[in-house]
């Protein structure tokens, strides 16, 4: 299986603040990483697909970057809304995998 | 499109767990969309269990070591899982979810969950 290793586990920042959360894939997967956003006892929402992609109806404030085994997500102006945890999923293998999550909280 | 799973929100050890996914708002025959069921243990991250196409094409996770059986029913627009010889460790929240891509790695409508127990 393909580990998907997410860098920070958790952060704190305040409104307006620019945030960035790192994924780091264990082989190539290309740009076949996706970014979801989980809010406490909801289910993981779409945001970003094929690495850069933003889904429809998402904020410009959220982009993603990267190829390969290297991407990033960035929260450009960080909202109270926008608590809540990050997740980065890998779809170029099977099974499809994710990564363990950064837990956002605003200060 | 929208998801909702139903079932039982406690099964006994060694039993098997069975949960559907209701879909409305679109058709589980749709070309390129796959099935998903996906699980999280509370606490901790997402874990894909597998998929099904309409044509019945499956996919599993090895890590169920093969514990996992995924159906759907075209009329009913509705898909199963059934999980076999289920331990603690099943313990989890379930979801479903619709997935496009190649094949069906973008997860962009999802169930609203259902927590099961495996406990005696």
């Known amino acids: 299986d393909i580990q998907m290793t997410q860098s920070p586990s958790s952060l704190s920042a305040s409104v307006g603040d620019r945030v960035t959360i790192t994924c780091q894939a264990s082989?190539?997967?290309?740009?076949?990483l996706n970014w979801y956003q989980q809010k406490p006892g909801k289910a993981p929402k779409l945001l970003i697909y094929?690495?850069?992609t933003l889904e429809i109806g998402v904020p410009s404030r959220f982009t993603g970057s990267g190829s390969g085994t290297d991407f990033s997500f960035t929260i450009s102006s960080l909202q109270p809304e926008d608590i809540g945890t990050y997740y980065c999923q890998q779809y170029d293998n099977l099974p499809r995998t994710f990564g363990q999550g950064t837990k956002v909280e605003v200060k | 499109v929208h998801l909702q799973e139903s079932g039982p929100g406690l099964v006994k050890p060694s039993q098997t767990l069975s949960l559907t996914c209701s879909v409305s708002g679109g058709s589980i025959g749709d070309g390129g969309r796959y099935w998903n069921w996906i699980r999280q243990h509370p606490g901790k991250g997402l874990e894909s269990i597998g998929y099904?196409?309409?044509?019945?094409?499956?996919y599993y996770n090895p890590s169920l070591k093969s514990r996992a059986h995924i159906s759907v029913d075209t009329s009913k627009n509705q898909f199963s899982l059934k999980l076999s010889s289920v331990n603690i460790a099943d313990t989890a929240m379930y979801f479903c979810?619709?997935?496009?891509?190649?094949?069906?790695?973008?997860?962009?409508?999802w169930g609203q969950g259902i927590f099961v127990t495996v406990s005696s």
């Open positions: 099904i196409y309409h044509s019945g094409t499956t």
């Open positions: 979810a619709r997935a496009w891509g190649t094949p069906g790695g973008v997860y962009d409508s």
């Open positions: 082989q190539d997967i290309r740009i076949f």
């Open positions: 094929d690495a850069s």
